[in-house]
Nanobody, 123 residues
Framework: QVQLVESGGGLVQAGGSLSLSCAAS????????MGWFRQAPGKEREFVAA????????YYADSVKGRFTISRDNAKNTVYLQMNSLKPEDTAVYYC????????????????WGQGTQVTVSS
């Protein structure tokens, strides 16, 4: 059974940093893409960042480029999202996802999802 378990969310002031983790288990993810998405209240889920598990190629939404960094630890089967210079508009539930997307920012192309972790940025 595939499991993606996020951790690391919380409350932080604007300008601060948080690091999210996504522990993956239940199958081999070596040829998968791992993504981070977020959903704010009243808004649609949106792409944040993605990384190819095998070669580590990364992709970012324009809104987080230069502030967020996605990485992975193959030995620990864990994907990370380091978030710096956080803004109130980054407030959302952040989800980890795994899949074989043709288009990395399309959430519907990811097969597996975590339960989400809340990130709140106060002004």
């Amino acid at each position: 059974q595939v499991q993606l378990v996020e951790s690391g969310g919380g409350l932080v002031q604007a300008g601060g940093s948080l690091s999210l983790s996504c522990a993956a288990s239940g199958r081999t993810f070596s040829n998968y893409v791992m993504g981070w998405f977020r959903q704010a209240p009243g808004k649609e889920r949106e792409f944040v960042a993605a990384i190819s598990w095998s070669v580590g190629m990364t992709y970012y939404a324009d809104s987080v480029k230069g502030r967020f960094t996605i990485s992975r630890d193959n030995a620990k089967n864990t994907v990370y999202l380091q978030m710096n210079s956080l803004k109130p508009e980054d407030t959302a539930v952040y989800y980890c996802a795994a899949g074989l997307p043709d288009i990395y920012y399309k959430d519907r192309q990811y097969a597996y999802w975590g339960q989400g972790t809340q990130v709140t940025v106060s002004s």
